[in-house]
């Protein structure tokens, strides 16, 4: 769906749906009531009657009579007049696209930038409209035949201009977000696909793919035999109990000046994680398709950054491999080394991502960068410790891990910081290589963020740690495309 701004007087609209906000109490917009003068005060008397309740979420279709130039008008609920919050505000976008999904339109006006949010400006509602609308349609349909939902018919969106000189504004912001949302949708969509169907080659494929459609992204694959050479010992050691070969994929965006440090974003690309010799238990092992999360919001924020030629040299990594069991995969005591020389032991074969990242860590020294950050389904402590809400970050800089909380706190993206402190490492000691790939029950999420940092010691460098945040489970399971926006976010407020 394409959004775009609109200028003109509510009276003259020709559409077939004319969004409108409604509030619980208080004085209702000026846009409302203008339009409730014309139309006989019907707006009036369906909230006196409280078909429509104007509570947050609250929505009322309603038919304009024959021959009008619009021809249906939807009230949207945002609460008090003067009181709609942030959540209300989604809540509210989120209801009235559900209802507007099932109905057979190509074309929606909505005047729902007429609604003042507490303390965000126009650029915060159109970004958030945008992007709360196109989860609303997002919808998986790549395996589906019988049983595939009928798609909505829902094309334009026009966004009133509250005052002319915010047109330039509208348009902006709405091309930003809808590109944001572009690299959500690309995220969830390889991160809703089957292990079967998304390997490593796979993956590569579509980054050979994305590649073509924008010229200005360089796409490189490396195969096993390439990263055999560079001495990617602890990579190509997970991918050797699997059948798919392992890949190192690249794109780069050069999109500022040649003299510009890049941003590098790493990240994690298993494709199916069984845990290997040390296999996970069965229940919802399904769910372990979606290791290849940090890897997909990699592909997200590239395709991103492409679409909207940003002036910022940004490279995105993304090593990818499977994790299962078979007579050739790594056993428990078996000892690695690393590209950065390092030797590994390997107590428990299912911290697999710290394996593949730490090389690929190594890889991403190439680039000469400002920043690294990495991105993965690493520890299912991390789950335990933050829930599903908060990425777990960690880092070597604090400057690099505050813009990272200040980007995911603007795009309501947000991760919040463990420690990365000394006392932990001793917990990586192993008798028989340089450090051992597990640091016990405690702390895990710090542990496997200690590993990654013997890796990182050469530039800024920022771990998140997205195993509770990449995906919902139960009912609605599904990719959620996080952190790509708030790795927009933070690449945008470089920009
Ligand atoms: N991909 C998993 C982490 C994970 C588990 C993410 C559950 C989301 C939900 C990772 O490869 C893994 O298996 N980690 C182990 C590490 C442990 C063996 C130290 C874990 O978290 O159990
Ligand atoms: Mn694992
Ligand atoms: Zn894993």
């Known amino acids: 769906m394409q959004f775009v701004s609109k200028t003109g007087q509510i009276d003259k609209l020709s559409t077939p749906c004319l969004i409108l906000p409604v509030f619980s109490k208080g004085k209702q917009a000026e846009l409302t009531d203008l339009f409730d003068e014309l139309h006989g005060k019907q707006i009036t008397t369906v909230l006196k009657q409280g078909d429509a309740t104007g509570k947050p979420g609250n929505t009322l279709l309603l038919q304009m009579p024959a021959g009008s130039k619009t021809k249906r008008v939807l009230l949207v609920g945002f609460g008090e007049q003067g009181k709609t919050t942030a959540d209300d505000f989604n809540k509210a976008i989120a209801a009235s696209i559900n209802t507007l999904k099932s109905l057979p339109i190509k074309a929606v006006c909505s005047a729902l930038l007429a609604v003042e949010v507490h303390e965000k400006d ?29 798609s909505h018919t829902l094309e334009t969106y026009q966004l009133l201009v509250m005052a002319e000189s915010t047109t330039k504004t509208i348009n902006k912001a709405a091309a930003t977000a809808s590109s944001i949302a572009n690299g959500i949708d690309s995220a969830k969509k390889l991160a809703d696909l089957p292990g079967n169907i998304c390997t490593p080659s796979y993956l590569a494929d579509t980054a050979k793919a994305l590649g073509k ?100 040299n940004v490279v995105g990594v993304v090593p990818s491999s499977e994790n299962l069991p078979d007579g050739d995969a790594n056993k428990p005591g078996d000892i690695v080394t690393s590209m950065a020389g390092l030797t590994i032991e390997i107590l428990n074969t299912d911290a697999e991502g710290r394996l593949i990242l730490c ?97 990182t010691e050469d530039y800024k460098w920022a771990h998140l740690d997205i195993a509770g945040t990449a995906w919902k489970s139960g009912t609605d399971k599904g990719a959620t495309g996080r952190p790509v926006h708030m790795l927009s976010q933070f690449i945008l407020d470089r920009c």
């Open 122 to 150: 126009t650029d915060w509602k159109v970004r958030q409209l945008v992007l709360k609308s196109r989860e609303m349609l997002y919808q998986y349909t790549e395996t589906l035949t019988t049983s595939a939902p009928d």
């Open 359 to 455: 090389d690929a860590l190594t890889y991403a020294a190439k680039f000469k960068p400002d920043v690294v950050i990495d991105v993965a389904t690493l520890t299912g402590a991390c789950v335990v410790a933050l829930g599903k809400h908060a990425t777990g970050l960690l880092g070597n800089n604090d400057e690099l891990a505050n813009e990272l909380l200040g980007a995911g706190i603007k795009a309501g993206d947000k991760a919040w910081q463990l420690p990365l402190w000394d006392e932990y490492k001793p917990q990586l000691k192993s008798n028989f290589a340089d450090l051992a790939n597990i640091g016990g029950p405690a702390g895990g999420t710090i542990t496997a963020a200690c590993f990654l940092s013997r890796f």
């Open 213 to 312: 459609q924008h010229s200005a992204l360089k796409v490189t694959v490396l195969d096993e035999a390439k990263m055999e050479k560079l001495g990617m010992g602890s990579l190509l050691s997970v991918s050797r109990g699997s059948r798919q070969p392992a890949k190192l994929i690249t794109m780069e965006h050069n999109g500022g000046p040649k003299s510009q440090k890049p941003i590098v974003i790493v990240g994690k690309g298993l494709t199916f994680d069984a845990g290997g010799i040390s296999i996970k238990p069965s229940s919802g092992m399904d769910e372990m398709k979606y290791d290849m999360c940090g890897g997909a919001s990699v592909f997200g924020v590239m395709q991103m950054c492409a679409e909207l030629n940003l002036p910022i």
